[in-house]
């Protein structure tokens, strides 16, 4: 699959995830390109998990390496994964996790939501730790801009249950 024809499969469903909970677009797939490798990743596409969230043992899961930054170095872990039916999937429960937070905080990621522009959505994503990379917001916006992906955070015509932010 080409980078245009994966941004053409997630555009839909990051632009509804827009509408229905505020995650701008060209966030939710900065994260799914950077975290999944624009969907070559055996996560993403064995188990349709884009955005490396992870699982809990009463939910569909797959145990697999992964790279974190801990201690100012990085390591390999196992870390327990969810797994998605689809890609359409892993988009709404990225959105929902943004919207509705973790057990332990469910206004975690309030900030990201909040954010009027996509740089500061990137850096309220790093601020609250959703990734251990160090320079993850920097990444998100290189990614952003690289390909123009502020572009999806205008949305069609049709009305939305939010309102609609300008990107920057």
Known sequence: MTQDE????????????????????????????????????????????????????????????????????????????????????SVEAHAQLLAYGVDWNPTLYHKVLGARNYKQAAQALQDAGYATDPTYAQKLIQMIEEHELYKYDRLPTEETTVSVRKSS
């Open 6 to 89: 994966f941004l053409k499969v997630l555009i839909p469903a990051a632009q509804q995830a827009y509408k229905d909970y505020g995650v701008l677009p060209s966030v939710s797939l900065a994260q799914a390109i950077l975290e999944s490798n624009w969907g070559e990743s055996l996560l993403a596409s064995k188990y349709y998990n884009l955005y490396g969230v992870k699982g809990s043992a009463s939910e569909p899961n797959v145990v697999l390496e992964t790279a974190e930054f801990v201690n100012n170095t990085w390591i390999t872990i196992n870390g327990r994964f969810r797994v998605y039916e689809s890609w359409a999937d």
